[in-house]
């Protein structure tokens, strides 16, 4: 079926604004909610590990590893190493089954080449039958991985076919490159594309192939299909140099990946440049995201942690519940809609500290000393943070984590403006999920930011955070919070 380009001039049997477009899911959800890719890749991972100690533990037991015990357990760490780079994770879209089958080979044999080789250099005295074990061990483990990988990979195909893992994609320009990068999303069906954004005006065609023409490139950074976004495509002439500068630029505030797809003279080049979008890596399916274990162990930590503080602060909540209302009516809770991963809006949970009828939703006036508007209990709850505590729930959820850059009010004004436009590079900041405690907070930028530089420093110390996350870091937050809460007695709450 061809669909009209909408090109000034042309004739077209839908001249009325396209508002979805062929390569629209009937369904939009979050970057968040679609971390399915990442953890099924996670998950993947894991199965090869525990297929991997499995064996090892079951040779180890039976008795039948003679002096080779030390020779496998280091071959089940190569081999471990080798799949991923031998790219084992990647299952893109278009990937072959041999192909794959291929790669879990060679991670094994290069593992088990190694082990060999050594074997062979150091020379010990039983070396024959450390070669057998060696070999033996190596063809048990391709049948178990290979099983595995199988079973796997048909599993994640059936999800393809159910579009519940196919990347969302938005295009910056409605150029020739873009049009041939849509009719080859419509033909193979890989990627998901949303929309365009074209900076031409009256010139801008109505929609490509069907894909409606959004508005402006301006207008991306607050539009309402931005948390849906896995990757933005800029699609510029090669030789606009100046132009593509520009968008970049433009883009940089934008938390979102962004790829270049440049018109090109070579049909093969940009015929390669249509593979590496359409068949995007598994993991790589929620934009910029740290290691599948790195992230599978913060996750982890988050669950585990909130879940034990819900248990062993429940007396301490039931205390706080009964506190706020016997000191003033109205409700235990309050909730307010704040910023969460990749610009989502997550509804955040709080002990109300507040006076019901002041109660401020959108931030619009930010808390100072003696506040008129806190309560007797809810001063005493906000100076300790103690009136956060409910956001161990957004945490169990995954709206947020532990640690990470505080979640700020959509709309917060500082200094009578929209604190998320006083930053270029403000919405950044949510390339991680927002956090109970974070980096800003231990370093002195904990209560209200009501001035430009107080907005400036802790998108700073934020983006500092981003750039550093690890596992220790965020222990390190940890146990840094509640010293450096009961010491602060400068930050007004």
């Known amino acids: 079926m061809a669909y009209d380009t909408g090109a000034p001039g042309a004739e077209s ?17 979050t970057a968040r909610s679609r971390l399915g890719g990442d953890t099924l890749v996670r998950l993947v991972q894991f199965s ?12 180890w037991l039976s008795g039948g590893m003679g002096g080779a015990a030390v020779l496998l357990a280091v071959a089940s760490v190569l081999v471990a190493a080798a799949l991923v780079s031998f790219e084992a994770y990647q299952l893109g879209a278009r990937e072959r089954l041999h192909r794959h089958v291929y790669r879990v080979i060679g991670a094994v044999g290069g593992g088990g080449l190694m082990m060999l080789t050594f074997v062979s250099l150091v020379a010990p005295a039983d070396k024959a039958a450390d070669i057998l074990q060696i070999v033996d061990w190596c063809l048990t483990a391709v049948a178990l991985l290979c099983a595995s990988h199988l079973v796997w990979f048909a599993y994640i195909r059936s999800l393809r076919r159910q579009g519940l893992l196919t990347p969302n994609l938005m295009i910056v320009g409605a150029t020739p490159a873009a049009e041939r990068l849509v009719a080859a999303a419509l033909a193979s069906r890989d990627v998901n594309i949303l929309g365009v954004f074209d900076d031409r005006g009256a010139r801008s065609p109505r929609h490509i192939f069907g894909v409606p023409v959004l508005g402006k490139t301006s207008e991306i950074k607050g539009h309402r299909l931005l948390p849906y976004v896995d990757r933005i495509v800029v699609a510029v002439p090669s030789g606009a140099t100046a132009r593509i500068a520009q968008l970049i630029q433009e883009l940089a505030p934008v938390p979102n990946a962004v790829s270049l797809l440049m018109d090109s003279y070579d049909p093969s080049t940009e015929r390669a440049a249509h593979e590496r979008l359409l068949d995007m890596p598994l993991a790589h399916l929620a934009g910029t995201r740290r290691g599948a274990m790195q992230a599978l162990l913060k996750r982890m930590i988050d669950v585990s942690f909130s879940i034990g503080g ?4 429940a007396p301490a909540l039931v205390a706080i519940a009964i506190a706020i209302r016997l000191d003033s009516p109205g409700p235990i809770l309050f909730k307010q809609r704040r910023h969460g991963y990749m610009n989502e809006e997550v509804v955040v949970w709080k002990f109300r500290s507040m006076k019901t009828e002041m109660t401020d939703h959108a931030a619009a006036r930010q808390v100072t000393a003696n506040d008129d508007r806190v309560t007797r209990v809810g001063a005493f709850l906000r100076r300790t943070s103690l009136d956060e505590l409910p956001q161990l729930w957004n945490v169990i959820r995954g709206e947020m984590s532990l640690v990470g850059p505080r979640p700020h009010a959509i709309g917060m004004l500082a200094n ?11 919405a950044h900041r949510h390339r991680m999920k927002p956090g109970l405690t974070g980096w800003a907070a231990i370093n002195g930028s904990r209560g209200p930011a009501d001035t430009t530089e107080a907005i400036q420093r802790r998108v700073s110390l934020d983006l500092e955070y981003v750039e550093r996350q690890s596992v220790w870091l965020d222990l390190s937050i940890i146990v840094k919070t509640l010293p450096c809460v009961l010491g602060d007695t400068a930050s007004v709450r």
């Open 13 to 29: 049997e839908a001249s009325a604004p396209i508002q979805r477009g062929p390569l629209r899911p009937s369904r939009l959800a």
């Open 48 to 59: 090869d590990l525990a297929l991997l100690a499995g064996l090892f533990l079951t040779r």
């Open 310 to 313: 819900l248990i062993v602060l």
């Open 416 to 426: 009578g403006k929209e604190a998320s436009k006083l930053v270029a590079s403000y």
